[in-house]
């Protein structure tokens, strides 16, 4: 079993649509990243998040530390938000990733 | 903000020969180093976790001899791949951050093609 299982695998939406993207993880954790690959492979980090709620324009991600559970919202979905989005925890000075998530938004 | 650059960006070399990639830090001292590889249409697989003036921690199933990780100052790692055969070609990607728990920053990545 990973230590970091993400949802869906796959995710197409209408622009403009809410999008949810789920992380759930087994492990203590000190921090937990939300990254978004575009093709081409460029890596950006999100969030960095260890307790609560962070909002940065249309993202929103949120973590529940007692439920090892951690959610992405993207509101008012773009096309320009296509790309793969990927869930990494901080635990034992080490990084564990999720599968990612890649998501399409059609115009 | 900080930065993390990665170079080359690109690299084709032939069979059997050895291919350095390089991963700077910027604006920031990166005690924590990771490089990590990519297939396509799959999630990066971390090879190896550096900090800096120490030996690498490579993951299970990666062979250190093959891929040789310097850590040998705050800003810069490097990752050589050593007597390289096509089936080595991939998308590798470093990250440095500051401390573990920190804010990770990511290169831009390389993509190596051996032909």
């Known amino acids: 079993k990973n230590e970091v299982e993400q949802s869906p695998q796959n995710l197409t939406a209408q622009e403009g649509e809410f999008i949810t993207i789920n992380c759930s993880y087994s492990v203590g954790i000190s921090a937990l990243h939300w990254l978004q690959q575009h093709p081409g492979g460029g890596i950006v980090s999100l969030f960095m998040l260890s307790s609560g709620k962070k909002k940065h324009g249309r993202l929103i991600a949120t973590i529940n530390i007692q439920e090892k559970h951690s959610s992405l919202h993207i509101t008012a979905s773009h096309p320009r938000d296509s790309a793969v989005y990927i869930c990494a925890v901080w635990f034992n000075n080490d990084m564990r990733f999720g599968a990612g998530t890649r998501l399409t938004v059609k115009p | 903000g900080a930065v993390v650059s990665q170079h080359p960006s690109r690299v084709i070399c032939k069979s059997g020969t050895s291919v350095k990639i390089e991963c700077r830090s910027l604006d920031f001292q990166a ?85």
């Open chain 2, 31 to 115: 005690t924590t180093m990771f490089w990590y590889r990519q297939f396509p249409k799959q999630s990066l697989m971390l090879m190896a976790t550096s900090n800096e003036g120490s030996k690498a921690t490579y993951e299970q199933g990666v062979e250190k001899d093959k891929f040789l990780i310097n850590h040998a100052s705050l800003t810069l790692s490097t990752l050589t791949v050593t007597s390289a055969h096509p089936e080595d070609s991939s998308f590798y990607i470093c990250s440095a951050s500051e401390a573990a728990g920190n804010t990770i920053y990511f290169g831009e990545g390389s993509w190596l093609t051996v032909v």
